[in-house]
């Protein structure tokens, strides 16, 4: 695993994010895990003040596109993301646990998500569009559905039909103008 690489911060940019589930397992495989995850991705983003200009959720990674938080960096968002989503899933197999069964043969997952997560600057108006495409086209390339609209985990239905999801797209008004004071 390759330790020592650079993320790139406070550039203004936006973020192409990848994240994977452990050992690319369909951990969001049900719709009622796919659900959970966007409704941790939502207050995640009303707390650390960020903008979702696009997601999708596969059964076994989460694509996001995002501008960087008002609050922290895109890391501690995506750490806030990772750990609110595996407490809840973690909580509910402890919940539906049998505790007569011997815990030899437990299939409650021990991991949710792989160590990091892939960050891609996108600092051209044509990488955005690019990127945008690629998440929302990846539910049809995958043959999980024969067309986009279809994808009920993704925000290509807030571009193409104006619905409002679970996850706010596109809500530039949360974020602030930063003034720098100037160097004496």
């Known amino acids: 695993m390759r330790r020592n690489f650079e993320r790139y911060y406070l550039s203004g940019d936006l973020h192409f994010i990848t994240c994977s589930c452990y050992h690319r397992q369909p951990l969001l495989g049900t719709p ?40 922290k960096n895109s890391s501690t968002v995506m750490q806030a993301l990772k750990l ?60 999980l559905v024969v067309s986009p609209e279809l994808w009920l985990w993704s925000s290509f239905r807030a571009y193409s039909l104006g619905e409002a999801g679970p996850v706010k797209v596109n809500a530039w008004e949360i974020l602030k103008m930063k003034v720098r004071t100037p160097v004496a």
Not at 38 to 63: A, C, D, I, N, S
Not at 105 to 111: C, E, G, I, L, T
Not at 115 to 122: A, E, I, L, M, T
Not at 137 to 143: D, E, I, L, Q
């Open 32 to 71: 009622h895990r796919r659900d959970l995850f966007l409704t941790v991705l939502e207050q995640v983003r009303k707390r650390y003040e960020f903008v979702v200009v696009g997601y999708v959720v596969m059964p076994e990674h989460v694509h996001l596109l995002i501008s960087e938080p008002q609050k």
């Open 84 to 143: 609110g989503f595996a407490r809840r899933v973690l909580a509910e197999a402890r919940r539906r646990r049998n505790p007569s069964q011997a815990s030899l043969f437990d299939s409650a997952p021990q991991h949710i998500w792989q160590k990091r997560f892939y960050d891609f600057n996108v600092w051209t108006q044509r990488k955005h569009a690019e990127k945008l495409r690629y998440l929302h086209r990846n539910p049809v390339k995958r043959g």
